[in-house]
Each structure stands twice: as C-alpha cells, then as structure tokens.
C-alpha cells in the first residue's frame, strides 16, 4: 500500500502547475464534485475581496464540508492575492485553483481598496448565473468562478496542496477543451435551459 502523504501544518502558497493529469487524479482520489456559479465581468481599476460560501455551491451540493474554490480568466489580466504574500498575476486561458478555500483579494493591480464580492453578485432568478460587473471603465477582464466540493472535511492529499494553484492554458493540447468545457457551463446556466439549476456540474469524480 502506499504511504499517505503527511499534513502539511503549513503548505507553500503558491506553486504553477506543469502538468493537468497530476491535478487530475488528486481530484479523482479525492472524490470531489464541482460546478459554476458566477460570471465577473470587470474594468480596470477594480478591487474584490473573494470566498467561496456554501451555499454557492446549493443545488449541486448542499453543505460540502470542504471547498476548493476556482477561477478561469476567459480575457484580461488580473492579480490573486491572498493575505500577506506576494501578489501573483495571470492572464487569459489561466485557471487558478485555492485548495484551502482562503479568502483572496482579485483585483486590476495590487495595493486597492477591495469590496466585498458578494455585495456586487447580481441574483437572477433561479437558474441562471450569478454575474458581477465593476470596475472603473478601463481593461476589461472576464471571468467565472466555480466550486469543487468534497463530504469529506479533511484529506490528506488536499491538505497538501498549497494556497494557490496556478495553471497557463495557453500552448497546451487540452486547451481548447477545457476552455469550451468552461464557457459551455456558464452559457447553459445563463439561458437557463432546463436541469441547469442554476450551476453547471463540471465534474464528478466518482467511480
């Protein structure tokens, strides 16, 4: 049997990724379902403070007991910081991935003043997805937000993980089809076809 990875008190804060199918199967492993539950679309300046609640992730799960929270940069650039540490910046055809589920500030540079994110969430009626549009009127940058939820609170291999997974699409063969898996989720949410519930389920991994 293999040895199980030990906890790490404190994980690194950020690693860039290399490789999809080393992420892959951890959330194989792990058994983790996960959709889409908002659309941000903002312009430069602009400032948010972000987390991922519970019932974010309500209906495709009711009270996961342990979140990862995710973004996709569909255009525009944008910095992820979360507390003290270093800002880090991405652009178009990155996913970001926060095991832990921390708070993190998103934002046009660093050093702004950031608002509540749930605050600026435009509810639509049940079905469609949440949308968000802020900022000043500059550079214009895109992105949806998404969940992976696990009913287990606690595992060693996502406890493991550092704070922040970073991961450039940009030149990979999977692109193309994780960029239209993406953007599929949120276009059948926003015209509210029906089963979509409001989310679109990215992923189940069950066997």
């Known amino acids: ?3 199980t990875p030990p906890v790490l008190s404190n994980p690194p804060i950020h690693r860039r990724l290399t490789r999809l199918d080393a992420l892959s199967e951890v959330l194989r492993v792990v058994h983790l379902t996960g959709g889409v ?3 941000a679309a903002f312009t430069a ?3 948010v403070l972000a987390q991922v609640r ?3 992730c309500y209906p495709t799960m009711t009270q996961p007991a342990a979140i990862v929270c995710f973004h996709y940069v569909v255009d525009g650039r944008m910095v992820l910081q979360v507390g003290e540490a270093a800002p880090i910046e991405v652009g178009a055809g990155a996913i970001i991935m926060l095991p832990h589920n921390d708070t993190h500030t998103l934002a046009s540079a660093p050093g702004l003043p950031p608002m509540n994110a749930h605050h600026l969430i435009q509810l639509q009626r049940e079905g469609v997805l949440g949308r ?3 900022g000043g009127g500059g550079a214009a940058t895109l992105i949806i937000c998404g969940f992976i939820g696990s009913e ?3 595992h060693p291999l996502v406890e493991a993980l550092p704070r922040v997974l ?3 699409l940009n030149g990979r063969r999977e692109a193309d089809w994780i960029a239209s898996s993406f953007r599929f989720a949120a276009q059948e949410v926003a015209a509210d076809r029906p089963g979509s519930a409001g989310h679109r389920r990215l ?5």
Not at 203 to 207: C, K, P, S
């Open 45 to 47: 300046p602009w400032s």
């Open 203 to 207: 992923a189940d991994g069950r066997d």
């Open 166 to 168: 970073t991961l450039d």
């Open 152 to 154: 287990a609170r606690r």
């Open 132 to 134: 968000i549009d802020y």
């Open 54 to 56: 519970s019932e974010d």
């Open 1 to 3: 049997m293999a040895n």
């Open 37 to 39: 539950f908002l659309e």
